[in-house]
């Protein structure tokens, strides 16, 4: 049974000595669809990251509450819970190749499942399950993670958050820095993980090509509030909403916008991907 | 992390924050000097008149002071009692082998609480309103003088500006670290004191990394756009002495005559 995240009237801000962020999220209310693959997209400073982070416990609502499973998160919530909502709840920073510090890839990605209390045989286990989960070979679990390239840094610290075997797996920006390529491939191990277990991926991005390819639903975030909240290709059928809310469109779905402008011709369906885009014009007989 | 107040700056416009950086300087270094000249009540009760005088002139609340002073409670706390308890004089009111509790002991321990706190409170009140860049300057320009002596100024004082400059990105960079390793099930401040020492291995080992590829990359970045140590330095920001600083110092020579004043008297 995929687990269920829901926020009811979610208020946070941030402190830092004096100086209050207030706001960050500002009543926000939604339920994840478990098993389902979610984008969240918007401006900077829109409260993306602060969404992730209340998901799973790092940043704690000042009013309202977030229910995960059978638990709940508020003020209240001790220290010790907070790690067992960890357990199922994995999450994937901003540039995570930033927080590698074991000796080998192996310690590292057992970190992880040692915290959460299982042996050291099935850690092992699981860091070399994690390790082929996200495409690299097992010959560099005894390597030290500071000598991997930049691409396999960042896969090794995916590894060892998909090695705690999450319920559901927050990623925040997975593939900045990365070209389109490492880009793609990166998204299709995700997904490939999220077809094979089932589970339930919340990612932000600022990339709408991704966003087309790989969700199934998206989150539109602005000034900390959730302005929509639904399956993409709605997303992208009304240019107008999109332009205000300054996301940018797929190409297949720009190129489709100029084709029907200039032909005058209307193809049958929003558009998202080159394939979807030729089998489209073929249907009206155009190609 | 975001309990550490000391070092930090807080943004206001007091009458201390409007202070030069260099009488800043001058009136805390003088303050430690001065806090070893109180040897009896008058001058103690000063000490504490002043402190909290400052603090309260710098418009910043008593409670951030003395949320400063935490990190730091054990230590008192433990040169509070060593005095204490091992100090002996004046009337004995209790003993048990080599502890004794003593009237000499009681008010030794409160001339070095007192010592301890106030000028804590003091260098506190100067960093907390004066912009760290501001305080590298003052700095600077107060050991400019020891050139003559062939001393790297220059360079110690762009050491330190480098250093302050990349503090806050330090903090921040602290606080993403464990929220990362948190999310992978680290607990931190919990079980025993060797349990808590290695829960800090995962956090410490990323930020120094971190900071040695930061470091090698602005060095490059300072080769690169022509940064030499050893050429006459220019600044961009000029510090201005004012009356009101002048009256700081003087202020400041008050205090020391006063308390020299207790001293003669008591
Ligand atoms: N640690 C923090 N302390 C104080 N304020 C913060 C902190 N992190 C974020 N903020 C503030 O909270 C707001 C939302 O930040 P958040 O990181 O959630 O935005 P985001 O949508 O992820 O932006 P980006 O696309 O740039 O990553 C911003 O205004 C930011 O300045
Ligand atoms: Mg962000």
Same mark, same amino acid.
């Given at each position: ?111 992880? =499942? ?121 997303? +992208? ?12 469109? =797929? ?37 | ?84 308890? +091992? ?114 291995? =995962? ?64």
């Amino acid at each position: 049974m995929a687990m269920q995240i829901k926020l009811e009237h979610v208020t946070a801000n941030y402190k830092i000595g004096p100086l209050l962020k207030p706001r960050v999220l500002d009543d926000v209310s939604l339920t994840l669809n478990p098993g389902r693959i979610t984008a969240v997209v918007g401006s900077t400073g829109a409260g993306k990251s602060s969404l992730l982070k209340v998901c799973n416990g790092l940043l704690i609502p000042s009013e309202g509450h977030v229910t995960i499973g059978s638990k709940e998160i508020n003020s209240k919530t001790s220290k010790q819970s907070l790690k067992t909502i960890r357990k199922h709840i994995g999450m994937v920073f901003q540039f995570p190749e930033s927080q590698l510090f074991a000796e080998t890839v192996g310690e590292d990605i057992a970190f992880g =499942p040692l915290n959460f209390g299982t042996d050291q045989r099935r850690a092992e286990q699981l860091a070399r399950k994690a390790l082929q989960q996200v495409g690299l070979d097992e010959s560099i679990l005894s390597k030290s993670p500071f000598s991997l390239s930049g691409g396999q840094k960042r896969r090794v610290a995916i590894a060892g958050v998909l090695a705690s075997e999450p319920e559901v797996i927050l990623l925040d920006e997975p593939t900045a820095g990365l070209d389109p390529a490492g880009r793609k491939e990166l998204l299709t191990l995700l997904k490939r993980w999220h077809d094979e277990e089932g589970k339930t991926i919340l990612f932000v991005t600022h990339d709408m090509e991704s966003t087309a390819r790989f969700a199934e639903d998206v989150i539109v975030m602005e000034n900390g509030s959730v302005v929509y909240h639904d399956a993409v290709r709605p997303l +992208f059928e009304n240019t107008r909403q999109l332009k205000e809310w300054q996301l940018d469109l =797929p190409e297949a779905r720009r190129f489709q916008l100029g084709f029907e402008a200039q032909s005058g011709i209307h193809l049958p369906h929003v558009c998202l991907t080159e394939k979807e885009l030729m089998d489209a014009l073929i249907e009206v007989g155009c190609v | 992390m975001n309990r550490l107040i000391l070092g930090r700056y807080f943004p206001g416009d007091s009458v201390i924050h409007r202070r030069d950086p260099r009488a800043k300087i001058l009136c805390g270094a003088a303050f430690i000097f001065i806090s070893f000249l109180a040897k009896n009540m008058e001058g103690l009760i000063l000490l504490w008149m002043f402190a909290f005088g400052i603090m309260f002139f710098t418009k910043i609340s008593f409670r951030t002071y003395f949320r400063g002073l935490r990190p730091l409670f054990w230590l008192i706390l433990f040169t509070v009692c060593l005095q204490i308890l +091992f100090t002996s004089g004046g009337t004995l009111y209790w003993r048990f082998g080599p502890i004794k509790l003593s009237s000499f002991g009681i008010v030794q321990a409160l001339f070095i609480f007192t010592r301890f706190v106030t000028i804590i409170f003091v260098t506190t009140a100067v960093t907390l309103t004066t912009k760290p860049m501001d305080l590298t300057d003052g700095l600077h320009a107060l050991l400019r003088p020891l050139r003559l002596f062939h001393l790297p100024v220059d360079e110690w004082s762009m050491m330190l500006s480098i250093a302050l400059r990349f503090i806050p990105n330090l903090l921040d960079e602290t606080q993403r670290v464990m929220d990362a390793q948190s999310a992978r099930g680290a607990v931190f401040g919990e079980g025993s004191l060797f349990q808590q020492m290695k829960a800090l291995v =995962p956090i410490f080992l990323p930020l120094f990394a971190g900071s040695l590829a930061r470091g090698e990359e602005l060095a490059n970045v300072m080769d690169v756009r022509g940064y030499r140590s050893e050429l006459p330095r220019s600044s961009f920001r000029r510090l201005k002495w004012t009356f009101g600083d002048t009256c700081c110092l003087l202020i400041m020579c008050l205090l020391i005559v006063a308390l020299a004043a207790f001293n003669l008297n008591g």
